[in-house]
């Protein structure tokens, strides 16, 4: 289950305004109802999303030749750090 952002009382929210054709909000609208939000929750939690998933698939690993290798073989033990950490939960999933 995912973890909700909240905002503390001390954080103060800013206004984003968009323009958006009807059938889109419409949309959007149906979609908020059935899930019980509001169209602004729905839109700030949809695009928080599209926004974490936009940033991971850009993360990019550079290795030099001799690291290259060594990950390609078959025949190495894995880190047991590395095998913790792809099994563990991202921060935002906890």
């Known amino acids: 289950m995912k973890k909700k952002i909240t905002m503390t009382a001390k954080e103060k ?3 984003v305004n968009l323009r958006i054709d009807e059938t889109r909000r419409n949309l959007i609208d149906q979609a908020a109802k059935l899930q019980g939000k509001s169209r602004t929750e729905f839109m700030i939690e949809a ?3 599209e926004a ?3 940033i991971l698939d850009q993360k ?3 290795l030099d030749e001799a690291d290259f290798e060594y990950i390609t073989r078959t025949d190495h033990q894995p880190d ?3 095998v913790k950490l792809f099994k563990s939960k991202s921060p ?3």
């Open 52 to 54: 974490e998933q936009t």
């Open 47 to 49: 695009a928080y999303r």
């Open 60 to 62: 990019i690993f550079i």
């Open 13 to 15: 929210q800013k206004v």
């Open 80 to 82: 047991p750090k590395l």
């Open 92 to 94: 935002w999933e906890q």
